[in-house]
């Protein structure tokens, strides 16, 4: 209840989904709102790509939510551009509405598929599958300057202990599928 929930919003034009955003939420926006959907899609173009409005009031709770343009978005799940967004798309999520895009849904799954891909390349030869999920959550912010300073330390394992039923439910047919590994399912183990 306490912490922040945190959506990501995939749009195919940024330009309109900013304008008619901010004819609804106006309030939502920093003071970049005085330049306009125009400039704030171009700002959102720096970086991961990606355009955060956070401490947004919703519903008794904080919220922030991202807007990220469906190119931008796939390029990061295909090539970890930034692993910015593909990194939180390797964590179990809840996706509450996807439109019909076959790129996308290739996407997503050739992201989850390379997260387990890297992993592999820094387990031993028999790891447990909560070693799997540690390494895979771990992706993303192992470049990140925050878990050296200020980041909870056990952020990943905070994320990891409590979701290990998600994470098999994420991972479990891209393991079974996979010629690299053994998959003993019911020992929770990997070779």
């Known amino acids: 209840q306490n912490n922040m929930l945190d959506f990501v ?24 709102r005085v330049f306009g959907p125009k400039q704030i899609s171009s700002i ?12 947004v009031p919703c519903n008794g709770r904080m919220i922030k939510y991202g807007v990220i343009s469906t190119d931008t978005l796939i390029d990061d799940l295909l090539h970890w551009k930034t692993l910015y967004v593909a990194g939180r798309l390797q964590k ?15 996407a997503l799954v050739s992201n989850l598929k390379s997260a387990v891909t890297a992993a592999f390349l820094m387990l031993p030869e028999s790891f447990s599958e909560e070693d799997l999920y540690m390494q895979i959550a771990g992706l993303s912010y192992s470049g990140d300057f925050r878990m ?3 980041e909870d330390r056990l952020k990943v394992q905070n994320i990891v202990k409590p979701n ?10 891209i393991l079974q599928d996979c010629p690299q ?8 183990r990997l070779e």
């Open 9 to 32: 919003f995939a749009v195919d034009d940024s330009v309109t989904w900013h304008m008619m955003n901010l004819l609804k939420n106006r309030s939502h926006y920093s003071f970049l």
């Open 44 to 55: 959102q173009s720096y970086g991961a790509g990606i355009y955060y409005n956070t401490l």
């Open 92 to 106: 179990p999520v809840k996706i509450l509405t996807q439109n019909e895009n076959s790129k996308l849904q290739a």
């Open 148 to 150: 050296v300073i200020g």
């Open 164 to 173: 290990v039923p998600h994470f098999q439910k994420l991972y479990s047919n």
């Open 181 to 188: 590994v053994v998959y003993k399912h019911h020992l929770g």
